[in-house]
């Protein structure tokens, strides 16, 4: 053969190389045609679908073998400990095969009898599921608060999409007008109101022309005419406002004004090593026999501990020193812990403070070699402290060794469309006494930018720079036009659970990926939310005696400083929390971290169209409702019939209300009648009244709880009394609780408050149509 015959031939092989390959990878990365779609369903044993629904990304790695049983110990709190680590930990024996599923660019789509014989990956199938009548009542309900004006249900992709880019864009236009123009008064009292802010750019951007929206003036002169609405940096954190006004128990706080900083927030939630104190605490009160705290505790919080790693200087020149045993916390409890603890396993290092956008944030793996002793587990520690991509390349804030958090990483993460994704919530507290804490029902996802793969745990865009991260370098219109329909919003739209890679289902002993987004949705809203209601109820019912007596550690220390204030007057404190969470493939609710002073996403910066990442359909606007930032403009509609209703039930009371208690009572009320459809009060819970009109059981969605009579939801979680009596309720913690659950409150302002996660349009979307 020449040498130009051989040379036809290799590029002859290399062009059917290179076709093969272009549509293997069209396959992966593109909806599949008709044809292909009733291959795979013949495959499959089952018919083509009546309407071609994309067939989404597998998660295609092996169901992890179910650890040993453990050996029985004596020690409760090691015991309780090693479950936890060992219910996500990796078995080395399925190591290989996880790591060739994970990295291999297989297809998609694979003979699920194959599947179902080696067992070694979950299978896409068709999952049914079945809705009582009272769930199916109550999730009717959600999709009607959750379908703007303007859409129905029976609305098309293209015009939910249309519209509320429409709505997004008025909103941003009519926001910076409103900005500009002079503030005029509004509201019951016909008198100016002023407002704060911290100098962020979200709070004077977007917060600002919320604020303005609702009739509130700029504050330009705080000294002249005080504050009466305070939204942004808390005031013992890093970047709060400089001026002297902006203290806890201020002088130029106006009465009532609501102010949102609370004393002692910080201290539990400002830092990263927050979250590992509060863990560590529930771990001392499982050491104590029968501890009425340990209710409260919740069993998936990730374990996390601290380790200081400051830099040591000697006298003579800079010397990096090793981590020693003084440096980290429990640490004789740590490693015996870990020791015993099934490995490898991987832990995600936080810097505590002095960095931003996660800037030296890294995971690190953990073998049987590194705790074979104290002195190597030592050794991994300090090796683990500084972010490996230092070796390549330095800078002060990212390299610097410094007080760092280790907290468990969820390795098996419930995936969209094949990438990581966390969520984050907003949770407003708007009492600590009595604790009253809304929830907005929907989260956000942040999507990572690159496919996920837990064996390159160098790469953070795969595990922990998500979205945007300057550092993944992806360009946005890119990354926006990567999502067929957009980027996910929200965890209440369709696009979000037609991308998720969920294991909702079971089939002799093998698990399901559902192919359908309405049985996917079901899951969240029967599983996933109330998990995430009750991990945040337990966590802001644990903390709350803290936070009360730090609050008044706080007040004692001003008036040490200042003296008795004459002209301080009293005034409300809420909090607007934005939690990270992890969620794992079992559907397992993992909380990450509470921060303090999470962006706030809004259409100041885009136009709010399908390919933005968030828009703000008035999620902050109706927080600053509840909080009654303009005088709760609707009381005026039921101010007599709540005054009636607040007189009843005092007077049936074996004590008679006090003012505090009464004007409480009166202020959950007003705050519920705000809410708007994106929040409802998720402490104390919602209780269920049958509806007004009728009684009959078809129309009647409450559930009776058999432990103590009450009535709630179908999806909600569950306040159980043994919680209850952990939290240790106050006076006006019973007092309210009584009330809300013996006074049916939509009788008085005309509104019948939800709860539960949000239900979006387009109610038919890829092939299938979700009732409700």
């Known amino acids: 053969m020449q040498r130009r015959d051989v040379a036809l031939v290799a590029t002859s092989g290399l062009v059917a190389v290179a076709v093969v390959w272009h549509l293997w990878t069209l396959e992966i990365r593109s909806p599949p045609s008709p044809v292909l779609a009733s291959l795979r369903s013949s495959v499959n044993g089952s018919p083509p679908p009546r309407t071609l629904a994309r067939l989404r990304s597998p998660d295609t790695r092996p169901p992890l073998p179910p650890p040993p049983p453990l050996p029985e110990e004596d020690?409760?709190?090691?015991?309780?400990?090693?479950?936890?680590?060992?219910?996500?930990?990796?078995?080395?024996?399925?190591?290989?095969?996880?790591?060739?599923?994970?990295?291999?660019?297989?297809?998609?789509?694979?003979?699920?009898?194959?599947?179902?014989?080696?067992?070694?990956?979950?299978?896409?199938?068709?999952?049914?599921?079945?809705?009582?009548?009272?769930?199916?009542?109550?999730?009717?309900?959600?999709?009607?608060?959750?379908?703007?004006?303007?859409?129905?249900?029976?609305?098309?992709?293209?015009?939910?999409?249309?519209?509320?880019?429409?709505?997004?864009?008025?909103?941003?236009?009519?926001?910076?007008?409103?900005?500009?123009?002079?503030?005029?008064?509004?509201?019951?009292?016909?008198?100016?109101?002023?407002?704060?802010?911290?100098?962020?750019?979200d709070y004077k951007g977007f917060v600002s022309q919320e604020l303005a929206e609702l009739g509130l003036c700029p504050s330009k002169d705080v000294y002249a005419h005080g504050v009466d609405f305070y939204f942004g940096e808390q005031f013992d954190a890093e970047h709060a406002p400089e001026e002297e006004w902006a203290r806890h128990f201020s002088p130029f706080f106006n009465e009532d004004a609501m102010v949102g900083s609370m004393p002692g927030l910080m201290?539990?939630?400002?830092?990263?090593?927050?979250?590992?104190?509060?863990?560590?605490?529930?771990?001392?009160?499982?050491?104590?026999?029968?501890?009425?705290?340990?209710?409260?505790?919740?069993?998936?919080?990730?374990?996390?501990?601290?380790?200081?790693?400051?830099?040591?200087?000697?006298?003579?020149?800079?010397?990096?020193?090793?981590?020693?045993?003084?440096?980290?916390?429990?640490?004789?409890?740590?490693?015996?812990?870990?020791?015993?603890?099934?490995?490898?396993?991987?832990?995600?290092?936080?810097?505590?403070?002095?960095?931003?956008?996660?800037?030296?944030?890294?995971?690190?793996?953990?073998?049987?070699?590194?705790?074979?002793?104290?002195?190597?587990?030592?050794?991994?520690?300090?090796?683990?402290?500084?972010?490996?991509?230092?070796?390549?390349?330095?800078?002060?804030?990212?390299?610097?060794?410094?007080?760092?958090t280790f907290q468990y990483y969820v390795h098996n993460p419930l995936l969209f469309q094949r990438r990581k994704f966390d969520l984050r919530v907003w949770l407003l507290v708007t009492s600590i006494d009595p604790l009253r804490v809304y929830l907005l029902r929907h989260a956000y996802p942040k999507v990572s930018t690159r496919t996920y793969d837990i064996f390159d745990i160098e790469d953070q865009c795969k595990h922990i720079r998500m979205l945007l991260d300057p550092v993944c370098m992806v360009d946005p219109d890119d990354f926006y036009t990567s999502f067929k329909d957009g980027y996910p919003k929200s965890t209440a739209s369709p696009v979000f659970f037609d991308g998720l890679a969920a294991h909702v289902g079971t089939s002799e002993s093998e698990s399901l990926l559902s192919d359908n987004w309405p049985a996917t949705e079901h899951w969240w809203s029967s599983t996933i939310w109330p998990s995430v209601e009750l991990a945040f109820a337990r966590l802001l019912m644990l903390v709350r005696p803290s936070l009360v007596k730090l609050a008044k550690r706080a007040e004692a220390?001003?008036?040490?400083?200042?003296?008795?204030?004459?002209?301080?007057?009293?005034?409300?404190?809420?909090?607007?929390?934005?939690?990270?969470?992890?969620?794992?493939?079992?559907?397992?609710?993992?909380?990450?971290?509470?921060?303090?002073?999470?962006?706030?996403?809004?259409?100041?910066?885009?136009?709010?169209?399908?390919?933005?990442?968030?828009?703000?359909?008035?999620?902050?606007?109706?927080?600053?409702?509840?909080?009654g930032a303009n005088d709760f403009p609707n009381r005026s509609t039921y101010d007599p019939r709540l005054d009636a209703a607040v007189a009843d039930f005092c007077d049936n009371l074996v004590e008679p209300c006090t003012p505090t208690q009464i004007d409480h009572i009166k202020r959950a009320v007003h705050e519920e009648a705000h809410t708007g459809p994106h929040w409802y009060r998720l402490y104390p819970p919602l209780p269920c009244f049958p509806p007004q009109a009728t009684n009959h059981d078809d129309n009647n969605p409450c559930v009776v709880d058999d432990a103590d009579g009450s009535s709630r939801w179908p999806d909600q979680a569950r306040v159980t009394p043994e919680m209850r009596t952990a939290f240790q309720e106050t006076p006006l913690d019973t007092t309210l609780r009584l009330f809300v659950d013996a006074v049916d409150t939509s009788k008085i302002h005309g509104r019948r408050p939800v709860p539960g996660h949000g239900r979006w349009g387009p109610r038919t979307y890829a092939g299938f149509e979700a009732r409700p």
């Open 75 to 201: 020690d409760d709190l090691a015991s309780s400990l090693i479950a936890a680590l060992n219910a996500s930990a990796l078995h080395s024996s399925s190591v290989s095969a996880l790591e060739e599923s994970l990295s291999s660019e297989r297809p998609l789509f694979v003979d699920a009898r194959e599947r179902s014989k080696t067992g070694s990956s979950p299978r896409v199938a068709r999952v049914s599921y079945e809705v009582d009548e009272k769930t199916y009542r109550q999730r009717e309900l959600l999709v009607d608060l959750g379908t703007p004006p303007g859409l129905s249900r029976t609305s098309t992709f293209a015009e939910w999409r249309n519209v509320t880019a429409e709505l997004a864009a008025l909103r941003g236009k009519k926001g910076a007008t409103t900005k500009k123009s002079s503030c005029a008064p509004r509201g019951p009292r016909s008198m100016k109101k002023y407002f704060a802010t911290s100098d962020r750019k």
């Open 267 to 404: 201290a539990l939630f400002g830092s990263k090593d927050a979250y590992s104190n509060i863990w560590w605490k529930c771990k001392d009160f499982k050491t104590v026999p029968n501890h009425t705290k340990v209710p409260l505790c919740d069993p998936r919080w990730l374990p996390s501990f601290n380790v200081d790693g400051e830099e040591v200087k000697s006298k003579v020149a800079f010397k990096r020193k090793r981590v020693d045993e003084a440096r980290v916390p429990n640490f004789e409890r740590l490693y015996h812990i870990l020791k015993r603890s099934r490995l490898p396993s991987f832990w995600i290092v936080k810097p505590q403070k002095g960095t931003y956008e996660s800037r030296g944030m890294h995971l690190s793996q953990l073998y049987g070699e590194d705790v074979a002793s104290k002195d190597s587990f030592l050794k991994w520690l300090s090796h683990s402290l500084i972010d490996p991509s230092c070796r390549i390349t330095y800078d002060k804030v990212r390299c610097d060794r410094r007080k760092k």
């Open 557 to 627: 220390d001003e008036v040490q400083r200042n003296g008795v204030d004459e002209g301080r007057k009293p005034y409300r404190r809420f909090a607007l929390l934005s939690p990270d969470l992890a969620i794992d493939r079992k559907g397992n609710v993992y909380v990450e971290e509470v921060n303090m002073n999470g962006m706030i996403m809004g259409t100041h910066i885009r136009k709010g169209g399908a390919n933005d990442v968030f828009t703000d359909d008035d999620y902050l606007r109706d927080a600053f409702l509840v909080l």
